[in-house]
């Protein structure tokens, strides 16, 4: 059964920094691309970052490129965001994912002074 | 990047009934491999979302019957046929052909 667990969501004040992760178990980790999707409260889902399975292609929403890194350690079965100049629109539960088939139970994430 | 648009937004349903969704993309889905990667998730009330149909009329592993996808190029429609309390939820079309992904706005199918 694939499971993906995330963790690091927090409050954050404006401008500050968080790192996300995501541990992925119940499948080969290193064959497939993985993703990060967040979901304001009370909105719609909105994908922010693909990388590829061995973490050689990235791709980024616009509206968090240059600020948001997504990385991956395949050996130890782990996706990860680096937020960097959190804003308060950045506010939302952020959900790792693997393709559209597969969904962890997502880490809030409250930028707020 | 390509937009997503969903009708209704809100759909009351009765139970037993039937009930559609429809998704209509600003460009055609088609991607280069001949796939149409138009997908339809569920994402039931404080729960992550759930994918029931990928690449438009395929459903995923354990989703009932009642549940189709059809259509093709920018037009696509989930059907829901005998409406179950259990269906209750936000319904989303999903593209995966160009990156970005995008969703629909999506539609909250609530029980008379």
């Known amino acids: 059964e694939v499971q993906l667990v995330e963790s690091g969501g927090g409050l954050v004040q404006p401008g500050g920094s968080l790192r996300l992760s995501c541990a992925a178990s119940g499948f080969v980790f290193s064959s497939y691309s993985m993703y990060w999707v967040r979901q304001a409260p009370g909105k719609g889902l909105v994908w922010v970052s693909h990388?590829?399975?061995?973490?050689?292609?990235?791709d980024y929403a616009d509206s968090v490129k240059g600020r948001f890194t997504i990385s991956r350690d395949n050996a130890k079965n782990t996706l990860f965001l680096q937020l960097n100049s959190l804003r308060v629109e950045d506010t939302a539960v952020y959900y790792c994912a693997k393709g559209s088939d597969s969904w962890g139970q997502g880490t809030l994430v409250t930028v707020s002074s | 990047d390509v937009v997503m648009t969903q009708s209704p937004l809100s759909l009351p349903v009765t139970l037993g009934q039937s009930a559609s969704i429809s998704c209509r993309s600003s460009q055609s889905l088609v991607s280069s491999d001949g796939n149409t990667y138009l997908m339809w998730l569920r994402q039931r009330p404080g729960q992550s979302p759930r994918r029931l149909i990928y690449i438009v009329s395929n459903r995923d592993s354990g989703v009932p019957d009642r549940f189709s996808g059809s259509g093709s190029g920018t037009d696509f429609t989930l059907t829901l046929s005998r409406v179950e309390a259990e269906d209750v939820g936000v319904y989303y079309c999903?593209?995966?052909?160009?990156?970005?992904?995008?969703f629909g706005q999506g539609t909250i199918l609530e029980i008379k």
């Open positions: 999903m593209q995966a052909t160009y990156w970005p992904h995008t």
């Open positions: 990388i590829s399975a061995d973490g050689s292609v990235t």
